[in-house]
């Protein structure tokens, strides 16, 4: 800090509580040639405050920290390119481990380029909590808590022996143990501080609490006013080790908020709205900042489920400025009395205290929704955006229907008699279409059939942080098994919350044991379904299923509902409030209409509607004032990285470089620095390249790299068992993550992925040329390498949309993947690709796509200009077909930055990093 220019005279001190603090001024930055700075949105403000604070006269210069105060001219579309350093980095640990992985590597290779290993440390706070590992194995039972935690240690224990050995081989890292929580919960409940500070050479440094975290959903701890979001685990260690992320200047969508939520409606139904709306607006790449009236009539943990679902409305962030709510919150979330003391005075001394009648900030654009209007909704079957009226939830499955398995005409709808659908019966019921037959399941009284819900999930930080929502839930139980009401019995029903305080509040409100008796046992701490993690469906079940060909459905609480996440017997994925997911359960079937229709009878064979169980607002919030309590908070996370029994008896080995084991499944080393130099190598063409797969719009982070179940009959199925894995013990791709020699295997081999290079195929196939022989994308990947053929990747709009998922970049890269070229990009995958070393490109021509070229997945692409690449570069893509005739076609680089430019020709944004600090 002495060595700062401060070229605007910002320093200042502010003094609260009798303790000092320097700041960077912002009101007096204004005056010193930073105009218009207090017109700003506040999320433009904690960006000025943060090049400001950062001005070193190199990565960050006086015209970075002007470019940004003259936001209000451009409005973000000038397109400036900064340098950003956020205070801390948030990691879970499916990217985690791998984080962690490439750090013990980078020691490895720091070494054998001659520097001292200890130099690979992270220079920021970073907290990984380990949450997302817990599978749904055991349901409906006392004790399946117990039973999920004892199994979910016998499969991770050498992830988590690394781990440990990560919190004490390396200098500002600390991780949450297992059971504590999900990490966005976590952060909101207890590591964000809205206001964060450092000491540094006798002084203590206040500024705006902001991180990156290795999760899309990071962007949840918006709601409490910290700016932050989802990074690449590639871009988060760059983060942790010092870099500053490269971004351009955003544009800031305003979204304003008027009016109050109607009786009967959720934070989730809000938010399946926000997010619909949104989408529309296409706000890819840009902040999103709530303001208006209608902020004083939301609570703070709904302004948090709705930061949260940020990556599913396509923002980098939703941010909510800091009020009087904030403040509110962190003393009921047991923080120091100091630090909110110091949020509220710094937040007013700065001008990013929102109040009734504060000035609305200027904004590239604006939308706005009257809270009033926002009716009960789902979204689904398959993505977040797609939201459903509950109202029209029955008839919108039966197309829902029709697209995913084809056939029915849209005028049948499926006959809606309770009992009629309950037998068991192989012949078609009058005025029963053939897709609600009900086939038989082996062991049971029931049958199966389309549209039943057999996985309904209280799952997700989204929701499990709010407990309007839990507590209506539990309401929601409780009505419902006090007038006899039962959950159907192919229901497989769980509740995971975000944190164990959630469990403290449910059990003092009484609502736990009705959760219990209608099925919804506590399964675990951790994201469980949302992620994929719903385990297995009991075995009968699932035979039903896959032998009828059957369209089964989940209904969860969570923000992803991509097809093949949740579960891979589950093809019709809901996304819905906790209360509505315990409807559901007890409904058993999207067919039924639960807004007319009755969910079942009660004890006297009376009908029992949604209506008669749903709980009135002013019910949910005087159990909420009644049992949610600071001292809760402070008793849950006063010993928070201790651990259970289990963790605490974990033996550590290894010191300052890991000591690797050849046999591990789960943590090997990787090979990105296998032969690396000092110097970088020079860049290359592409020549002659053959195309891996041609691949349509919409294509997920979790289809290039799956998290969920590793299916025996595929590559990685086949490595494992060939180290005498069993298929039982195979675990997760996200809990193999630390394990180069699966992901590979995994990349490109989701079971609903669909490689248009072959005819009506799915899952990680492709063809091999010249012979054209169908095989395993990873197969055909390996046999290219041998032969020395370079490859390049086909898709359609939206290309790795979905989680932050640095392997969906990893593993295309050591596939021998040198580009992907699509019509347009997800931010965070498209910077994972560049932080590789793999080209993203986009058609630089509107209307141009892989289908109108008329590809077919044999021809050969030739990239050249590549050795002198600028950055948005526009350059030529010669294909070259079968039958030997060539065209050309212009293509842009979206390599964004000149720092992303320096990544590329080092090979990825690792190499560079290390490359500095062994320097």
Known sequence: MTNHPDSFKARKTLAVNGKDYVYFDLKEAEKNGLS???????????????????????????DDVKAVAKWLDDKGKAGHEIAYRPARVLMQDFTGVPAVVDLAAMRDATKNLGADPKKINPMVPVDLVIDHSVMVDFFGQKDSFEKNVDAEYGRNGERYTFLRWGSEAFRNFRVVPPGTGICHQVNLEYLAQTVWTKDENGETIAYPDTLVGTDSHTTMVNGLSVLGWGVGGIEAEAAMLGQPISMMIPEVIGFKLEGKLPEGTTATDLVLTVTEMLRKKKV???????????????????????????????????????????????????????????????????????????????????????????????????????????????????????????????????????????????????????????????GADHGLADGDVVIAAITSCTNTSN???????????????????????????????????????LQKADLQKDLDAMGFNLVGYGCTTCIGNSGPLPEPISEAINANDLVACSVLSGNRNFEGRVNPDVRANYLASPPLVVAYAIAGSMFTDITKEPLGKDKDGKDVFLKDIWPTTQEIAEIVRETVTREMFEDRYSDVFKGDEHWQKIDVSGGLTYDWDDRSTYVQNPPYFEGMDAEPKPVTNIEGARILGLFGDSITTDHISPAGSIKKDGPAGDYLVSHQVRPVDFNSYGARRGNHQVMMRGT????????????????????????????????AAMKYKEDGVPLVVFAGKEYGTGSSRDWAAKGTILLGVKAVIAESFERIHRSNLVGMGVVPFVFAEEGTSWSSLGLKGDEKVTIEGLTEIKPRQEMEAKIERADGSTETVKIKARIDTEDELEYYKNGGILHYVLRRLAA
């Open 36 to 62: 218009g700075a207090s017109r700003l949105p506040f999320s433009m403000k904690v960006i000025l405050e943060n090049l400001l604070r950062n001005e070193d006269g190199r990565t960050v210069t006086a």
């Open 284 to 442: 890819v790449g840009k902040f999103v900042e709530f303001y208006g009236p209608g902020l004083s009539n939301l609570t703070l943990e709904d302004q948090a489920t709705i930061g949260n679902m940020a990556p599913e409305y396509g923002a980098t962030c939703g941010f909510f400025p800091i009020d009087k709510d904030t403040l509110a919150y962190l003393e009921a979330t047991g923080r120091d009395k100091d630090r909110i003391a110091l949020v509220e005075a710094y937040a007013k001394a700065q001008g990013m205290f929102r109040e009734d009648g504060t000035e609305d900030p200027v904004f590239t654009d604006t939308l706005s929704l009257d809270l009033s209007t926002v009716v009960p909704s789902l979204a689904g079957p398959k993505r977040p955006q797609d939201r459903v009226a509950l109202t029209e939830a029955a008839t919108k499955f039966v197309d829902a229907l029709d697209e995913i398995k084809g056939g029915r005409k849209k005028s049948e709808t499926p006959q809606s008699d309770q009992d009629s659908r309950y037998m068991d019966e192989g012949a078609v019921p009058p005025n029963e279409t053939p897709e609600t037959v009900r086939h038989s399941v082996e």
């Open 467 to 505: 407990p309007n929502v839990l507590v209506a839930a539990g309401l929601v139980a409780r009505k419902a098994h006090a007038l006899g009401l039962k959950v159907k019995p192919w229901v497989k029903t769980s509740l995971a919350p975000g944190s164990q305080v959630v469990t403290e509040y």
């Open 748 to 779: 490109f081999a989701n079971i609903r992925i669909k490689n248009q290079m072959l005819d009506g195929v799915e899952g990680g196939m492709t063809k091999y040329y010249p012979s054209g022989e169908e095989m395993p994308i990873y197969d």
